[in-house]
Structure formats: structure tokens, C-alpha cells
């Protein structure tokens, strides 16, 4: 009984450091709608934030993960930024363009599309990625929440990989008369961790940016595109997560991978303390 009361203790001392292992994994919630955050531009060390934006995917603005970019164009413009994304991440993008205050002809609808590193249009969970907005209408916020960027998929599949994901903003649906009239925009892109849940084994050799190169081919002195990558910049800060590429490489998988391993290990001792000595009784001899 004293061995039963030990192991029942071992487990409940192991479920009790899982609880509480789960929230300190846990990402942290996002901060609330309109709560003052400090800006990724704020930081010294950090690219400051961008003013213009691309009018096709080679000339896409590169913006780093929460940083808030802005943009003034006009109606009927494409307007392109670029934003890393690494494996394991959840990624939610947001746009809010200011209409002008001039009278327009008719209504208009303004549409967000992310596209991967192959320019494949990548698919929203969620999010009301187009709105029809009314002539007499001052502003339009459109959002995207793409699906957890994976570590490795299929060639067949279209799932997201790590890599440069392009934003494109643009009106359609809109009278001839209103194109070229001014507009604000701004984007943004909030990230956050998915957990060890969502990890895959497999890794990409390099990420899906347009110029990268594997790493075994980066530490070739010898090779140019290792050499232009190597250059640190502004422009290369904005073009890959902060703190690198993981491809990968460690999730808190692992440790509930180790968590369980310790619990059926102690479920069996247990199994075995509860049925031993059990066993049918030997019989005694007449006349003993």
C-alpha cells in the first residue's frame, strides 16, 4: 500500500506540473484593440517603418512582422508589401485604407489577397477579406488570418511554407470617373507562435524568398549570393523573422513528447504494484 500511495502521488505530481507547464507554453494573447503597443520602428536597432509601396511583387515594400506600413496611392492602383513568415506561425493581416473626401460616382470594392513565396494566392481561415464599400463611405478595413505556416508539405499541396508572403491591396468594382483619386492605406501584420500542435517532421533546404540560398551553399565564401546575403541592412532585417529562420528545428513538441514518455512509464509501475501478489493461492498440504 505504501508503494500504491508513492506512484498514485508520482502521478499526481506529474499532471499537476503539466497543468501547469500549459500556460507557460501558451502564447500570449494578443494585445487588445487599441491598447498601446510599442512599435517595432520605435526600437533603434530596427528598420524604421515603411512610407511607400511596391507596384508589382519585385518591388514590394518589405515589412517586418507588427510593423505598421503606410502607403498613399490612388483608386485603381496595386499596392504590394512583402512580410516574412517562418514555420509554426499564426499570422493575421490587417488593412485600413482612407477614402477621399471628394464625391464618388458609385460603390467600389476593395480586396486584401496574400500570395506566397511561389506567388500562390493563399486561402484565409477567417477574416472579411473583401468589402463592398458606398460612395459616400470615409474609410474600409479589410483582414486575412492565413493558415499556420508549415515546416514542409507536399509538392502537390498548396499549404503554406516559410518564406516572403506579398500583400496586395487594390480597388475593383469601381466607376471609371473615381479612378486616380487619393487614398491612405495602412497594413500590418500581427504574428504569433502555433505550439508544438501544429509542428511536421521535414524541413525546407531554404526558405521560399526570392534570391535565398540553403545553408550548406550560404557558408561557401566562394559563393556571390552567399556574400550578398551576408550583408546585414536595413532591408535584410525586414526580410526574414526576428532571430532567423528556424526551419523547423525545435517546437515544444518535444517536451510533451518527453511528458507523456514519464507518465505511461509511471502508469505501468503502477499497473504492475496494483496486480502483484494477486495470483491464485497456493494450496496447502492436508496436515500441515
Known sequence: MRTLR???????????LLATAGPALADDPPPASGSATPSPGSDPDSPPAPTEAGT????????????????????????YWAVPLDQGQNATVRAKVKLPETARHGAATWQLDVYDGLRRRQSCRYGMQARKVAADAGSVELSCTLRTVRSWAEPWANDPLPGRYYLRLTATDLSPQDLGQPVHAEVEAAVSDAGGGHAVDGALAAPLVPGAVPADAADDDSSPSATASA????????GEPDGGWSS?????????????????????????????????????????
Open 231 to 238: 550583408s546585414p541592412g536595413p532591408q535584410a532585417a525586414a
Open 56 to 79: 508589382s511583387f519585385r518591388t514590394a515594400t518589405l515589412v517586418a512582422a507588427g510593423q505598421r506600413a503606410t502607403a498613399d496611392g490612388s483608386t485603381g492602383d496595386y499596392l
Open 248 to 288: 523547423g528545428r525545435w517546437s515544444d513538441r518535444w517536451i510533451w513528447t518527453a511528458a507523456g514518455g514519464v507518465l505511461a512509464a509511471l502508469g505501468g509501475i503502477a499497473g504492475y504494484r496494483l496486480t502483484q501478489g494477486r495470483g491464485r493461492p497456493s494450496r496447502v498440504p492436508p496436515g500441515a
Open 6 to 16: 508513492t506512484v498514485t502521488a508520482a502521478l499526481l505530481a506529474a499532471g499537476g
